[in-house]
């Protein structure tokens, strides 16, 4: 993998002066510095981060002093790309019901496969250990699968995505989430996207981009140089993919849970199929809500089809959402709270990464507590 992060300065100049990057500073609080432009609207520009520096009123030097700084800290996980759901690659999300005294043990196991991208401990079902898998077709998603089955000695759940609601890992910052948050969120219809026509072109920019944007002046031509192509044509595929909206967000990714989002719960409900898409357009309507999908049943023993993510900071926000849900029709049939992030970084459609990427350490929720770490 190509480490992306730039030699971090401890002083850089700003608006004229220098700035201390360890010393408190307006322009160092993760709320002014990820605003929209920097989580969704990243510029397809030769020199983006010239073009956002301005908007903040800082020097190009002191914005890529301040990203290498909260990479190398753990706040943000790369500058890249998120892909809408089933238009590259395949992926979904699985489960396994483990005995807590192999469920540490095993979950390393899980993590250590290089198609699993995310994996967490939830409580609140049998169900607990929690992890999404990709590959670039779904025979390889199969396989993987397989693999982990025979390491856990039994066969996970396999819950692909049917319809999305809303997906949208853009988190709010700062003393008024409210209106951050009403920035972030844009109402847009959500409509299956025909897959593209990828080449082998495509698929080394898709790697490429899965290491995430060099913290360099010109971004664009390193990811260019990577994937062997021409800075032009980079620039102009990126481009193509977010109009189509292959691309659904191009920004930095932060790790939310070290600026604050410290829980989730995973909320689920068994909703008749005739109603199940109306009750989902309405739950993904919520500010609360950070993703809301349907995803298969699977018998008695997992019979839900209809689930939401809550990214809420403590306890008592986490009850202020749960409300909001019952208000909006029903409060979950089951709720799955996370105890502990064994793993968490982008998907890699593309390719393996070279190392694993374990989440940031986090510590078990209490079993009275409906939130948790995500």
């Known amino acids: 993998m190509t480490d992306t992060r730039a030699a971090r300065p401890n002083r850089c100049g700003s608006g004229g002066q220098t700035l201390d990057l360890d010393a408190p500073h307006a322009l160092c609080a ?97 169900y607990n250990l929690w992890f999404v898998i990709g590959a670039r077709a779904r025979e390889r998603l199969d396989a993987a699968l397989r693999e982990i089955a025979e390491a856990a000695g039994q066969t996970p759940l396999d819950l692909p995505l049917e319809r999305e609601f809303h997906i949208d890992l853009g988190f709010a910052l700062g003393p008024d989430a409210e209106a951050a948050s009403a920035a972030l969120r844009r109402p847009r219809a959500v409509t299956a996207l025909a897959r593209p026509q990828l080449g082998a072109q495509d698929w080394r920019l898709i790697g490429a981009l899965e290491d995430g944007l060099a913290l360099t002046p010109r971004p664009y031509d390193e990811l260019a140089r990577r994937a062997g192509m021409a800075p032009g044509a980079t620039l102009a595929r990126l481009a193509q993919w977010r109009q189509s909206g292959i691309i659904r967000r191009l920004g930095v990714v932060l790790h939310h849970r070290r600026l604050g989002y410290a829980r989730n719960l995973m909320c689920v409900w068994d909703w008749p199929d005739d109603q199940v898409d109306a009750f989902g357009a ?33 306890a008592q926000q986490a009850e202020q959402f749960l409300q909001q849900l019952a208000q909006a029709g029903a409060a979950p049939h089951c709720i799955l709270a996370g105890q502990t992030c064994y793993k968490q970084r982008g998907m890699r459609y593309a390719g393996e990464p070279e190392r694993p990427a374990p989440c940031a350490p986090s510590t078990p929720s209490a079993a009275s507590s409906p939130a948790a770490p995500s």
């Open 30 to 126: 993760p709320h002014v510095l990820y605003g929209p432009a920097m989580q969704r609207d990243f510029p397809l520009d030769e020199r983006p981060y010239r073009l956002l520096a301005r908007q903040l009123g800082c020097t190009e030097q002191t914005l890529l002093g301040l990203l290498a700084r909260d990479l190398e800290a753990g706040r943000i996980s790369r500058i890249g790309a998120i892909f809408a759901p089933n238009t590259i690659g395949a992926s979904t999300l699985a489960a396994l019901a483990l005995d807590p005294a192999r469920l540490d043990a095993l979950a390393r196991r899980v993590s250590a496969h290089p198609a699993v991208s995310h994996n967490y401990a939830r409580e609140g079902h049998a």
């Open 282 to 314: 309405r739950l993904a309507r919520l500010p609360c809500v950070n993703l809301c999908y349907r995803r298969p049943r699977r018998g008695a023993g997992w019979p839900y089809n209809l689930f939401v993510m809550l990214h809420p900071r403590d």
